[in-house]
């Protein structure tokens, strides 16, 4: 019988050891997202019946790898669980290198499908792909890595983006049959497709992202 949760001694260990990294890095690789991720992994528990312990840390390191150059994060945050020692308390060495794999190839712009059902999990739950969350990331992302940009120019940073990960010939692939996100894709195209409503929704987070703060 499948468990509903990860073991509570690894979640004690991830949630004072692991998570509390993700402070250092930028709003669009928040503790927030690491959150939202974990939890997403875990519902696809249910669904692919894939082992929780692994989905978990798997989620929880998926972005670990921002402590270096963002380009290569997925390398990096593999290399970083794999070396690990403390996980082996919880897992094999087959187990790990599987972990390790499934980190490698969660980014939308892998060249390949994600080796295994844990790559595919993380993968699907790094994408939260609710318009609102795509579109305030992206702007987050955009003033926190090129402060030196104008408004205008963080715009048409921006659309680039936007366009070429999202829109009807976006690089962004979906592994998960069904899956909530198939749904809020359409929807965040659909806005792609009004240039009038995504510059909008722009201003608004450039906006709010940029207000003094009390």
């Known amino acids: 019988m499948l468990s509903n949760t990860p073991s509570l001694d ?4 991830v949630e004072t050891q692991i998570l509390p990294q993700y402070a250092q890095f930028d709003k669009a690789h928040s503790l927030e997202h690491v959150t939202r991720v974990i939890r997403r992994s875990l519902e696809l528990v249910r669904t692919t019946g ?8 798997i989620a929880a ?4 790898g921002m402590s270096g150059p963002r380009a290569i994060h997925h390398i990096t945050g593999g290399r970083i669980l794999q070396q690990d020692a403390r996980l082996k308390r919880w897992f094999s060495p087959e187990q790990i290198k599987v972990m390790k794999e499934a980190i490698e190839d969660h980014r939308a712009s892998a060249s390949h499908a994600p080796r295994s059902i844990y790559g595919k999990i993380v993968a699907e739950a790094d994408r939260d792909l609710s318009p609102e969350i795509v579109l305030r990331r992206t702007v987050q992302y955009g003033l926190a890595n090129y402060p030196e940009l104008g408004f205008e120019q963080q715009w048409q940073r921006f659309r680039e983006h936007i366009d070429s990960k999202y829109s009807n010939h976006g690089y962004i692939k979906l592994w998960i ?10 929807e965040l195209r659909s806005m792609i497709a009004d240039a009038t409503l995504l510059r909008r929704a722009f201003e608004q987070y450039y906006r709010e992202e940029t207000a003094p703060t009390r």
């Not at 390191?61 to 670990?64: C, G, K, S, V």
Request: zero cysteines; charged letters at 25%.
């Open 10 to 13: 690894l979640v004690e260990f």
């Open 50 to 57: 894939a082992d929780i312990d692994m989905v978990y840390v």
């Open 61 to 64: 390191y998926h972005d670990i």
């Open 177 to 186: 049959p069904n899956s909530p996100n198939e749904q809020k894709l359409k």
